[in-house]
Each structure stands twice: as C-alpha cells, then as structure tokens.
C-alpha cells in the first residue's frame, strides 16, 4: 500500500502574503517546509505528499514546483493561476512543461460573492484545464454547496475533488443541510471528496472523534471508497491537532473496510485522480 497525504500547505511566513492568518492561528505564524513535513509523515508511514496552494499568486505556483522538484516524496502541485484572467490559456501552457503540476484551486471560499463559481470568466478557466490535464480543488464553505451543484453541473468534463467535505459545522454538530448536498454532489462521477481539514472546523480544544463520525459517514455513503481521499491539511491542522492525530482519527474510521478499500482512501485514489507518479 502507498500511502498519499492528498492536501498539505507549505510556506514561508509573510504577514502580508498570508493575511488569513489572524491572531488566533498564531501557531501558524512560522515557517513550515518539506523536511518539517518529512518527519510527521514518517511517524505515521505515509509515502508522498501533494502540495496545495496557500495564496493567490504564481508566485506560490512556482515556490511549490521548486520544492516539488528538490523533494521527491512532493508527487504532486496544486498552484493556482488566474482562471478569471483573459490570458489564462497562456498562462496553463506557461506551465504545461512542469510534470508535478496536477491541478489548480482558487480560494473561492474567502470571495465576497457567494456565486464567484459561476462566473462566466472563472467557469471559462475551468473549462481549459482538461485541455491540460490538470484537476481543479473546490475550496468552499458548507454555504456554497448548491452553487457548487451547478458549477460541477456545467464541466462534466472536468475532474474535481471537494476539499475539507465542505467545511461543514462540526463544532455546532449541525448536519442538515450540508447531508443532503453532499449526496447530491457525489451524484457526479467526476467529483472526488478529501477527508481533511475537519478537525478545524470542530472544537479546537474540546473535539472528540465521535465528534467527526457523523460527518464521515455521510461522505462514505456519498462518495463511497472509491471517491474519497485522505489529507492532513498540515500545518494548518496544528490549530486543533498533530499530524498523526488527524490522519489517525480517519485510519480509525475506515479499519472497518476491506484491505482493498482502505488502500484507495490511503493513497490510490490520490494517486488516480491526480495521476501521480509514484
């Protein structure tokens, strides 16, 4: 079994660059690169990582593919480039040569308009990324899951993972609405789920597992282990938890699942989806 974290950040702190770190994410307000990483995914015998962007600049695009090229266990880049941008097609090519770069994500959920997925110009840039065989990562709240319907609706074509199942209310323990999207959004083939980035969403100081469980099983029976994947979301997790904690309490959840099935979740279905060479 080869064991992929689908969704960690890297980055070297600048208050400006990563304004969303506020007082409260003061954990965050260092440095966190490969060989940090490196050490947490050895303790919990994880093989290789995907990198995603953490700021709206080709700058971070290319301070990720540099670390990907000196760090062989970084199989795979999610940068960003500007979809919105009448140029985006030059700007794809500009990196169709970089073999590591698997998809792109913008930071939708931090745009005032509730409905920026649909925008033509956006939804335009979307569309061309087949063209280069990259995946798009949606980064949204729980809110924008129907908006999220019609976008994914639109791009049959295209292939999508959902990050963090959506960010849903964990800590209010509030379920309903964000079930039912949730169902209907794995009725598209092309849409893939990370089991990351919940911990964040849950009580930072007071989460149990069982806080989770509800939650996991809604996108089990959604998306099923052919269509889920696992992520640390690291260092950002470290707000509510370690590393091994947080791919622990999912180990956990699926040791009931076939050998098979697990192996998919672990590390397989990353590994299709992105197709990374591993």
């Keep these: 079994m080869i064991k992929i974290d689908a969704h960690q950040h890297f980055w070297k702190y600048d208050p400006k660059r990563f304004a969303w770190i506020n007082d409260s994410m003061s954990v965050l307000k260092q440095d966190f690169l490969p060989p940090d990483l490196k050490e947490e995914m050895d303790k919990s015998g994880f093989d290789g990582c995907v990198a995603v962007q953490a700021s709206q600049s080709e700058e971070e695009t290319d301070f990720l593919l540099k670390l990907a090229a000196e760090y062989d266990y970084i199989k795979g880049v999610v940068g960003w480039v500007d979809l919105c941008d009448i140029n985006v097609r030059s700007r794809l090519q500009h990196y169709a040569h970089e073999k590591k770069l698997c998809g792109i994500r913008h930071v939708v959920q931090d ?67 964000w079930d039912d999207n949730m169902r209907s959004l ?31 099983d809604v ?9 889920l994947m696992i992520g640390s979301d ?4 470290r707000l509510a938890a370690s590393y091994q904690e947080v791919m622990g309490l999912v180990e956990d959840y699926i040791g009931r699942l076939s050998a098979d099935e697990q192996a998919r979740i672990l590390g397989q279905n990353a590994i299709d989806f992105y197709q990374l060479k591993v």
């Design 111 to 177: 745009e005032p308009d509730d409905y920026f997925l649909l925008r033509p110009d956006f939804m335009k840039g979307v569309k061309m990324l087949p063209e280069f065989n990259l995946t798009y990562d949606i980064l949204i709240f729980e809110k924008h899951l129907p908006v999220a319907l019609q976008f994914v609706g639109y791009m049959p074509e295209c292939r999508f993972v959902l990050d963090h199942i959506a960010k849903p209310r964990i800590a209010a323990g509030v379920l309903t609405p």
């Design 186 to 216: 794995a009725e598209y083939p092309n849409v893939y789920c990370k089991l990351s980035g919940m911990l964040t969403e849950a009580d930072w100081k007071n989460w149990k597992a069982d806080d989770l469980h509800a939650y996991l």
């Design 219 to 227: 996108a089990m029976e959604a998306f099923g282990s052919d269509r």
């Design 234 to 237: 690291w260092p950002v997790c």
